[in-house]
């Protein structure tokens, strides 16, 4: 077979050069010939414009992956996503997860951690531990990661409007284990655009919360230089209703406004721009979420390089965790729900995530148990290791049907990414509510389809069950929540209170200002300052959004 010339040249420059990074794994791979060829999806004879528009792993505009081998080299990150009780009991979660095989943490914050509220303040009522961790001081972080190296294991937080303080704690306790900044890995969510439209855990208004995201791309380029200091997210607007369409251009308009945030302060879109990852859903049509990553990093590598003009092809690169869909799960015949995310997570992996959560069946009823979260994570490994999907690096390439709605996705999300843009923007879009309504569209068209049964869902408007299966539910303890507040009031009983003020005042005082306002967290958080203090005295300078 006579290679074509572009084939030729990107076997030697990139899948060589790639191969020599996994010696271990030169056997897999054979030789770079012929085998290697037929696993790329390429027909022998190749027309030159076919070829153009297919693309190459690896290479802009990354259609069919970021890197060039994908998982034939190394496989996605297994991250579960957990997080419930005390802190204690979520360490306790993490270490299982660990022993079983899991290859990453991925930590959920209860909803008054989320939103800014210590565990006794009148507002947390009823919700400490509920549904995530309770973590109001360094103290609550340290115990999260006990005897968890975090040096080895990389560590993703889904926390938004007080990312920056849930950084400086995961740092703070990394530098108490002895490892240095420079080595702490993992994801900081810090994604509060999406908080206005689909989520509502929202504290401050859009301009200040901006000015916190770009202080921590500010800060970690310096100081935690491969920690990713956002994780930009169509998942929640997905949950709440959206189209994969919408999915896609909301996500790259949030992008589009973090970037030029950070351009705007002056930032150098080639160093932050190495940091930017991205959290998308995944449903159960496979084809159709297949298209959509691929579509999703095609317009991310163009706007990156054609709009905003990054120069490092790594800038360019569209990196995500995926989820399957919560919002597909059903209370009824919830072993189904097995069959679901199985599926969901076979068209993330199809589509070349980068890291994966695969929901627990349970889900629609409480808070997984450690059974059903086993079984999650092991449906990854499964696929992993007995499906062959990770045996090729792009098993979809050259599809018909794939290629097509591939091109349609992208060309219908960048007419909708222009009428916010048109708008003025994202942040006008979401004050003028274009985006809620949007997606309030959506949702409202996907249930009367439901309920018309125009869509069926197994087990819920067809093929239902009499009967009543009883599973087990995991509930949370109500004397969680008073042995939580007892510790905050112990924390603030031991520490040294004049300090404590002392690093709340310089903060209030830089908030007021101009300064990158992280240092100035990291010394409060140091100093035990609870995230409800904190939170407090940024309230007291930019106020609080109202819907």
């Known amino acids: 077979m006579t290679k074509h010339p ?33 696993r790329l999806g390429l027909p022998e004879t190749i027309d030159e414009e076919y070829l153009e528009k297919l693309g190459f792993p690896g ?11 994908m998982y034939r080299s190394r496989l996605w990150t297994m991250r579960q996503y957990a997080g419930f009780s005390t802190a204690k009991e979520t360490n306790t979660r993490y270490r299982y997860l660990l022993e079983q095989g899991q290859t990453g943490l991925s930590v959920a914050f209860d909803l008054p951690t989320q939103i800014g509220y210590d565990s006794d303040h009148s507002m947390s009522k009823g919700e400490v531990g509920k549904v995530g961790v ?95 200091t956002i994780s ?33 302060a002056g930032m150098d879109i080639d160093v932050f721009g190495l940091r930017l990852s991205f959290f998308f859903a995944s449903t159960t049509d496979i084809v159709e979420e297949v298209a959509k990553f691929r579509a999703a990093r095609r317009m991310w590598a163009k706007l990156m390089k054609d709009r905003f003009g990054a120069k490092n092809p790594k800038s360019w690169m569209l990196r995500f965790h995926t989820q399957t869909a919560g919002h597909t799960l059903t209370a009824q015949q919830i072993d189904n729900n097995v069959v679901r995310v199985t599926l969901q997570a076979l068209a993330a992996i199809l589509g070349g995530t980068q890291s994966l959560h695969t929901n627990s069946k349970d889900e629609a009823l409480a808070l997984p148990t450690e059974d059903s979260v086993r079984t999650a994570l092991r449906t990854q490994q499964i696929i992993a290791h ?59 068209a996907y249930q009367k389809k439901v309920e018309s049964k125009e869509r069926i869902v197994v087990g819920n408007n067809e093929y239902q069950s009499q009967e009543e299966v009883k599973v087990p539910i995991l509930r949370i303890d109500p004397e969680v929540e008073r042995a939580q507040q007892e510790r ?13 003020q002392e690093a709340l005042n310089l903060l209030q005082e ?11 967290i990291v010394d409060a958080v140091h100093e035990y300052a609870t995230i409800g203090e904190i939170c407090d005295v940024l309230r007291g300078v930019f106020g609080e959004h109202r819907d």
């Open 510 to 520: 830089q908030a007021r200002g101009e300064a990158n306002l992280m240092p100035a």
């Open 134 to 228: 309770a973590i109001d001081s360094l103290a609550d972080m340290e115990i999260l990661f006990d005897q968890i190296p975090l040096e080895k294991v990389s560590t993703s937080m889904t926390i938004n409007a007080p990312a920056a303080i849930l950084l400086a704690m995961y740092v703070a306790v990394g530098e108490k284990q002895g490892v240095p900044k420079e080595k702490i890995t993992g994801t900081i969510q810090n994604e509060v655009l999406k908080e206005y439209v689909a989520r509502g855990t929202y504290i401050f208004p859009p301009k200040p919360s901006l000015r916190l995201v770009t202080n921590v791309f500010e800060w970690c380029a310096g100081n935690t230089p491969n920690f990713n």
């Open 386 to 444: 007995e499906s062959g999907v990770a045996n090729s690096i792009d098993i979809l390439a050259g599809s018909y049907i794939v290629e097509d709605l591939t091109d349609r996705i992208e060309q219908e999300a960048e007419a909708l990414l222009q009428k916010v843009e048109d708008l003025g923007g994202v942040v006008p879009a979401i004050e003028q509510g274009f985006i809620q309504r949007s997606i309030e569209d959506a949702s409202y």
């Open 59 to 69: 290479q802009f505009p990354f259609t069919r992956g970021v890197q060039p081998t």
């Open 6 to 38: 572009k084939l030729k040249e990107w076997e030697d420059t990139v899948l060589n050069k790639a191969l020599s990074r996994f010696p271990e794994r030169k056997d897999p791979f054979k030789t770079v010939g012929e085998l290697e060829l037929e």
């Open 232 to 264: 930009i997210s169509g998942y929640h607007m997905r949950e709440a209703g959206c189209t994969a369409v919408q999915e896609v251009a909301f996500t790259m308009a949030n992008g589009c406004a973090y970037v030029q945030a950070a351009l705007d």
């Open 488 to 500: 905050v009031k112990r924390v603030k009983e031991n520490r040294n209170n004049a300090k404590v």
